[in-house]
Antibody, heavy 127, light 108 residues
Framework: QVLLVQSGAEVKKPGSSVKVSCKAS????????FTWVRQAPGQGLEWMGG????????NYAQKFQGRATITADHFTSTAYMELSSLTSEDTAVYYC????????????????????WGQGTLVTVSS | EIVLTQSPGTLPLSPGERATLSCRAS???????LAWYQQNPGQAPRLLIY???SRATGIPDRFSGSGSGTDFTLTISRLEPEDFAVYFC?????????FGGGTKVEIK
């Protein structure tokens, strides 16, 4: 059973950066892909980006290219998402997710028939 | 990036009725890599369907998915009280995944 535990809520000033962590347990972290999704208050889900271990650089939604940085530390089984140049529009709950497999796109995803989500991290951007 | 358009935005129905939700893609979704999620307030999304038509682990058979290419449908055969929630489609056919805007199934 894979468990993802995210870091706690953050309050940030406009123009600053935030780094959210997502610690995985209960499985073979080194083979997991991860995605990051956010949800602004009262809004829908927004895919931010994803990473496949040892495969190459992360992929980002066009909207977040150049402003988001997704990394994974396999020694600590932790994935990270850093977002810079924050504005009030970045106020949202940020989720990490994994299918427990090596892919987050294409027919190789969801091979276990399920996925796993962190509990979400509320990031509030306010002056 | 592939744009997903969900309709309707809101679907008022009664328990026991059938719900039909649509998700249309701006271009063909590779390998029918389309998933459906259910979300309740304050909770993380829950995977219902992947690969356009495969039910996720533990999902009741009243949920079914269909479609291919650019047109996909989620059907809930008989609404239970716990099914009133918001539903999102996700395409994962490309390295840049995208979500639809969501459909809220509410009690009429």
């Amino acid at each position: 059973q894979v468990l993802l535990v995210q870091s706690g809520a953050e309050v940030k000033k406009p123009g600053s950066s935030v780094k959210v962590s997502c610690k995985a347990s209960g499985g073979a972290f080194t083979s997991y892909s991860f995605t990051w999704v956010r949800q602004a208050p009262g809004q829908g889900l927004e895919w931010m980006g994803g990473i496949i271990p040892f495969f190459g650089p992360p992929n980002y939604a066009q909207k977040f290219q150049g402003r988001a940085t997704i990394t994974a530390d396999h020694f600590t089984s932790t994935a990270y998402m850093e977002l810079s140049s924050l504005t009030s529009e970045d106020t949202a709950v940020y989720y990490c997710s994994t299918t427990g497999g090596a892919y987050y796109y294409g027919s190789g995803s969801y091979l276990s028939g399920r996925d796993y989500w962190g509990q979400g991290t509320l990031v509030t951007v306010s002056s | 990036e592939i744009v997903l358009t969900q309709s309707p935005g809101t679907l008022p129905l009664s328990p026991g009725e059938r719900a039909t939700l649509s998700c249309r893609a701006s271009q063909s979704v590779g390998s029918n890599s389309l998933a459906w999620y259910q979300q309740n307030p304050g909770q993380a999304p829950r995977l219902l369907i992947y690969g356009a038509s495969s039910r996720a682990t533990g999902i009741p058979d009243r949920f079914s998915g269909s479609g291919s290419g650019t047109d996909f449908t989620l059907t809930i055969s008989r609404l239970e009280p716990e099914d009133f929630a918001v539903y999102f489609c996700l395409q994962y056919g490309s390295s840049r995944n995208t979500f639809g805007g969501g459909t809220k199934v509410e009690i009429k």
